[in-house]
């Protein structure tokens, strides 16, 4: 028997002043991985990204929810479509990984 609790009805909270912690994931054709990596390194603070390769590379990190605008800033300056950045909150991305272990 496995017990999870649900994020939503948890009560715990990845919270600090800079917002709730969230699982961050970008889309990339692998072609422009370098490209997206170098872009990651222009965002005002450290990411220490975890990369997937596939038909499509995805590279994940976290990020506090008041920090993902400047992501989205500068993928966008570097000419990365906005819609390629996903976000859902770490606690979500722990249950949804756990579910996929099971």
Not at 23 to 40: T, Y
Request: net charge negative; glycine share 4%.
């Amino acid at each position: 028997m496995n017990v999870w609790l649900s994020p939503a009805s948890s009560g715990f909270n990845l919270s600090t002043s800079e917002g709730e912690l969230l699982a961050v994931s970008i889309r990339v054709d692998p072609r422009r991985l370098e490209a997206l990596l170098e872009a990651l390194a222009l965002v005002p603070f450290p990411i220490n990204p975890q990369i997937h390769h596939g038909a499509e590379t995805v590279v994940e990190f976290p990020a506090y929810r008041n920090r993902v605008a400047e992501v989205e800033r500068v993928l966008e300056t570097c000419g990365f479509a906005p819609q390629s950045l996903h976000s859902t909150t770490m606690l979500e991305e722990i249950h949804a990984a756990a579910g996929r272990v099971q």
